[in-house]
């Protein structure tokens, strides 16, 4: 218990500096590729910065996996956290780089219990359109024969592609390039279940609460209805019960006194 804590309070407090350092290897991945005639010193730095970036999420990893209870546990149940720390070791291409830290960030931002699942699904079609647009270009921008030479060819490849739509217009010669676009073309489709499945998800709330607020409100009808019913048999049976209670004995002996007056004053008269 006492080291599930701790693991909880380190995740909890490095989750936004690793979310930062993400947009740092964003900025360091897109600046050579972008301007690739840039001083060699930036490339450089750029360089620097994604290993570092690389780095942190490996330390955290290590962390993770030394402050969980169970370790071959953890091991077990976080493989592509694994996978993405291993990965850049063994070849160091960038493209693995990328690959590995958008897996580590993207198991970090979906733990995060402060990004809900819109933000979530929408900052995963924005990384993946960014990165994969980056990527081909990285990668089809000097290929002979290659059709996408700049940033929007690039774009306009990686929208048509995770969309599905593959107008043709533009497309990868490279057999590096083809991967990467297998790659988006899975990911875009999973993509676009996850929408599809939520917006589906929303309607479908949205019409119960709209069948819910319909069914309370038939059901207040109906115990009002049941409540008037009773209300008039009352009234009825007050009225029925006011009709038909006899005279007070007061008012009866007042109503004899009444009537014997005159017969009693009769008599009384002389006689002539």
């Known amino acids: 218990m006492k080291d599930e804590s701790r693991l909880s309070r380190w995740e909890a407090g490095t989750q936004v500096p690793l979310l930062v350092l993400s947009v740092g290897f964003g900025l360091a991945y897109a600046t050579p590729v972008v301007a690739p005639d840039a001083d060699p010193w930036v490339h ?3 360089g620097l910065v994604e ?3 690389w780095a942190a999420f490996a330390v955290d990893y290590l962390m993770r996996l030394a402050l969980s209870p169970t370790r071959l546990r953890f091991v077990r149940e976080h493989p592509l956290d694994l996978l993405a ?4 070791l063994v070849q160091p291409l960038r493209l693995l780089r990328l690959v590995a830290t958008m897996l580590l960030i993207g198991r970090r931002a979906r733990r995060a219990p402060q990004v809900t699942l819109t ?3 929408a900052g995963s079609v ?7 647009s980056l990527a081909v270009l990285q990668v089809e921008r000097d290929a002979p024969g290659g059709n996408i030479k700049t940033l929007g060819d690039a774009v306009w ?3 048509t592609t995770m969309t599905t739509v593959g107008y043709g217009d533009h497309a990868p010669t490279t057999g590096l390039g083809r991967l990467l676009a297998v790659g988006l073309m899975l990911s875009g489709i999973a993509l676009l279940g996850v929408v599809t499945a939520n917006i589906a998800a929303w309607f479908i709330s949205r019409f119960e609460r709209d069948d819910e607020e319909e069914r309370r409100q038939r059901e207040l009808l109906e115990a009002l209805t049941v409540e008037v019913r009773e209300l008039r048999a009352e009234v009825g049976r007050l ?6 209670v006899p005279p007070q004995p007061a008012a009866r002996a007042a109503g004899s006194e009444g009537a014997r007056g005159p017969a009693a004053e009769a008599p009384s008269a002389p006689a002539s």
């Open 44 to 46: 450089t730095v750029c």
């Open 51 to 53: 290993w570092t970036v």
């Open 85 to 88: 720390v291993a990965l850049p």
């Open 119 to 121: 933000t979530y699904v």
């Open 126 to 132: 924005v990384g993946l359109l960014m990165f994969g």
């Open 157 to 159: 490849w990686s929208f």
């Open 239 to 244: 009225a029925e019960s006011t009709m038909g």
